[in-house]
């Protein structure tokens, strides 16, 4: 069956740097749009960074440009968040999920997704 598992969160201390990963199994990732989204204690989720089939990148959230990158591994059937000079802000869950071909805004067009992975920045 489709699944998508996050992985590579965990505690970092402010200014530091995380790795995500969102690998795929069931399909092929490079065929969709593939959007990251974070949840904090207490907010909603919100869109943080998505790639298109096409790898056209999208900034759902100004708070992360320059600081977090998005990329493929088509090898791996894998997409990674590579997080820089994290800000104790940027804690939340993350999540990957698939979109169409081109990344939207709207959450409701990423039907599948992930369980999650935590990322704690201490200050």
């Known amino acids: 069956q489709v699944q998508l598992v996050e992985s590579g969160g965990g505690l970092v201390q402010a200014g530091g740097s995380l790795r995500l990963s969102c690998a795929a199994s069931?399909?092929?990732?490079?065929?969709?749009?593939i959007g990251w989204f974070r949840q904090a204690p207490g907010k909603e989720r919100e869109g943080v960074l998505c790639?298109?089939?096409?790898?056209?990148?999208?900034y759902y959230a100004d708070s992360v440009k320059g600081r977090f990158t998005i990329s493929r591994d088509n090898a791996k059937n894998t997409v990674h968040l590579q997080m820089n000079s994290l800000k104790p802000e940027d804690t939340a869950v993350y999540y990957c999920?698939?979109?169409?071909?081109?990344?939207?805004?709207?959450?409701?067009?990423?039907?599948?997704w992930g369980q999650g992975t935590q990322v704690t920045v201490s200050s």
């Open positions: 790639i298109s089939s096409s790898d056209g990148v999208t």
């Open positions: 999920a698939t979109g169409r071909t081109r990344c939207s805004s709207y959450v409701y067009t990423f039907a599948s």
């Open positions: 069931g399909f092929t990732l490079d065929y969709y749009a």
